[in-house]
């Protein structure tokens, strides 16, 4: 018998994601809290919680939310805040 040719698996493209990031994504989205909460089919108090770090997505969404990510060509690059900055405020990428 012949043996199966397994596909290699794409990959996906590794997000870390966190707070800052899952804002951000939905910010380069242009969407509301509201609006990404309905296409996640979740509430939009989760993602409320997402984005303040109080509860990280599952590992099913966090999947989900790569798959967009990639979808859509978001680029996140990890900028540190400057101490004083407003805790909801996301600096711009560094050129």
Partial sequence: MA????????QLAKYDWD?????????????????M???LEVRQQTISEWETGLHLPHRSTLKVLSMIAERVQFGYITVA?????????IPPPLA
């Fill in 3 to 10: 043996e199966k040719q397994h596909k290699p698996k794409k």
């Fill in 19 to 35: 707070k800052d990031q899952i804002r951000a994504l939905r910010l380069h989205l242009n969407m509301t809290q509201r609006e």
């Fill in 37 to 39: 909460a309905d296409e």
């Fill in 81 to 89: 805040k400057p101490a004083d900055a407003p805790p909801d405020e």
